[in-house]
């Protein structure tokens, strides 16, 4: 795009006879490079068709220009755009390759929603990818540029802050989607210990996305699978955040929505251990799934706060990421009733429950370097500060600590 249309002058400054030319060139060239690939391809015929139609597109087309009776000059923007010749020796296998992606993120489910969407108008788009030793894009040939090495740094950053660790030696491999029609539900995805993600390439918050979704792929990979969605997404926006204080995105404070807390402070009712029982607590035990998963971003963004605020960068660190390895164990039994919290990774039990049990271990696992925390911090500070070291203050300072922010987030 942006070029400009040479005017008639131009069209007859020498270069009309020599267009001509070029662009017979041109078509016989892509003739040959197909027949070639058509044999090179036979054993995955059908996947190649999507790119076999485009080339046949591109073909009628310059079958067209030929036709026409005014002298050409070759539209670069049109043929570029579809299809450059040098693009063509390794297309098909591109093309293979992004197939596959958009076929791994076809089957999956997200918060209840199909990840991506419109997967075969998605594989008629022409393919390429962009790599470097750690990230591979599978992205649109005619999209913006993307730079793996900026994206890199990005994980760096997400990972050093998370644990000081370094990102994965496996390449991670990013589905980028040129338009946020293919995934209405949601603006990026990550799975399992799978080095993958998917993003929007459209998405003004491109890069605040990818630090989101590199915080979940992280901590899976790390870590593992939690089963309580706040945790997971309370990791992502708070650590996003921290990362880049600029990033409005992964910011819950901007959005509306803590109407729930504030209903509870006024009827002087305690927010829960969890977004599930805070909405109960509110009057709303019918909410929707999409409800729930939509309170589980501000509920884990307060928490996470919380447990960073409370016992500081370092210890609040390892409280929250052992709560969290804790909700990635595939069976937990509630200590109590014997009641089946998680079973075979799947969440059976209330995520309070769960949430519950996390922290009570994890807190009696910290007694140590909870007291060291305190110390350090009457040290630094000359403030006499009891921390929290069991789960019923934990949740009542959680409680308190989220009302207390409320008119700062009415006043942001
Ligand atoms: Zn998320």
């Known amino acids: 795009m942006g070029m400009t249309t040479p005017s008639n002058a131009d069209k007859r400054d020498g270069r009309g006879d020599a267009t001509e030319q070029p662009e017979q060139a041109k078509l016989d060239q892509l003739v040959t490079e197909l027949s070639t690939h058509a ?11 999507n790119l076999m139609k485009k080339a046949f597109a591109v073909l009628e087309e310059l079958v067209h220009k030929d036709s026409s009776p005014e002298p050409n000059v070759p539209d670069t923007t049109t043929t570029t755009r579809i299809f450059t ?29 199909r990840a991506i969407v419109r997967t075969e108008e998605l594989k008629n788009l022409l393919f390429t990818t962009t790599e470097n030793p750690k990230i591979k894009f599978y992205h649109v040939a005619d999209g913006p540029q993307l730079d793996a090495q900026q994206y890199q740094k990005q994980a760096d950053q997400v990972a050093n802050l998370i644990d000081g660790g370094a990102t994965a030696c496996e390449q991670l491999q990013i589905l980028m989607l040129p338009d946020s029609k293919f995934a209405p539900a949601r603006s990026g995805g990550s799975v399992e210990k799978e080095p993958r993600i998917f993003l929007c390439q459209d998405n003004p918050n491109l890069r605040y996305v990818f630090n989101h979704e590199y915080v979940h792929q992280y901590l899976k990979w790390k870590y593992g699978d939690s089963t309580v969605t706040a945790i997971v997404e309370g990791a992502a926006t708070r650590f996003a955040r921290l990362v880049d204080p600029s990033d409005q995105f992964n910011n819950m404070e901007r959005y509306s929505g803590y109407a729930d807390v504030d209903k509870l402070k006024l009827a002087n009712r305690t927010v829960g251990r969890s977004n599930t029982e805070m909405l109960e607590n509110a009057g709303k ?21 919380f447990i960073l605020g409370t016992y500081g960068p370092e210890e609040g660190k390892a409280i929250f990421l052992d709560i969290y390895q804790y909700t990635c164990r595939q069976n937990i039994i509630h200590n109590k009733t014997g009641e089946t919290l998680v079973k075979n990774g799947q969440r059976l039990g209330h995520s309070r429950d769960i949430m519950e049990q996390a922290v009570r271990t994890v807190l009696e696992n910290h007694q140590a370097g909870i007291k060291s925390a305190q110390q350090m911090f009457q040290a630094q500070t000359g403030q006499a500060k009891e921390f929290i070291t069991d789960p019923t203050h934990f949740f009542a300072g959680l409680d308190q600590y989220m009302k207390d922010r409320l008119p700062i987030i009415a006043a942001s």
Do not use: H
């Open 39 to 49: 044999d090179l391809v036979d054993g995955a015929m059908a996947k190649d068709f």
């Open 85 to 113: 010749t040098n693009d063509i020796p390794d297309t098909p296998s591109k093309q293979q390759a992004a197939c596959d992606q958009i076929e791994f993120w076809e089957g999956i489910k997200i918060g209840g929603n």
């Open 285 to 305: 035990p019918d909410a929707t799934e999409a409800e729930k998963y939509d309170t589980s971003y501000r509920f884990g963004y307060e928490l996470t706060g």
